[in-house]
């Protein structure tokens, strides 16, 4: 059971580089094929509306940020390093940020809603930077989500199909946006806390 999770594990950080390297050069060719006078950036490409429940029970929609810019990270509970990793930097940065953090709301919207319950995530973000809010939901409100940011996800299936020690493959990308909702820029995983609160300075 141990070699088979290990085997799992290996895979699933191949597949999460492969995802990253994949929207990586799609959100290269995007912003090379615009026009410099279009008024458009890559904000048409990444974000939109969901509605999903965060780790209080309340419910939460994109209308709910628009006087704040957004860290918006997918992941789940379950992940044993990718995720802490991308929330441990994150939540550097924002104490890096000192005061200036307050114009910021990180999100960390969960990709595995069967076992990542509002309950669960409440402990899990204890964790990490307090003003971080958690947000899950049903398979259907996490996949809107998912679609409005072109974040990839599924389920590695063990060998045995009764446990649920189960792995997610998923894009590991850290989405900085607008008040008004567009995308700025984005961080990989394990982005420098310092490097991360450098640019993000240059907005705020």
Known sequence: MVKTMKKLHILSLILVTLG???L???IANHKSSQHSDSGHSQNALIG?????????????SNHDFKNKHLLVYFGYSYCPDICP??????????????????????LFISVDPSRDTPENLNDYMENFHPSFIA???????????????????????PESSQTT????????IVYFMSPKGKFITHFNHETDPDE?????????
């Open 20 to 22: 990253a390297v994949f």
């Open 24 to 26: 990586f050069n799609r």
């Open 48 to 60: 939109g509306e969901f509605q999903l429940v965060d780790q209080k029970k309340r419910i939460r």
């Open 85 to 106: 990793t991308a929330l441990s930097n994150i939540s550097a940065a924002l104490g890096k940020l000192g005061s200036k953090s307050k114009k910021i709301q990180p």
């Open 135 to 157: 947000l899950t939901g049903t398979k259907e409100q996490v996949g809107q989500a998912k679609k409005a940011y072109r974040v990839y996800s599924t389920k590695v299936d």
């Open 165 to 172: 020690e189960y792995l997610i493959d998923h894009s590991s």
């Open 196 to 204: 991360m609160a450098k640019s993000l300075r240059k907005f705020l």
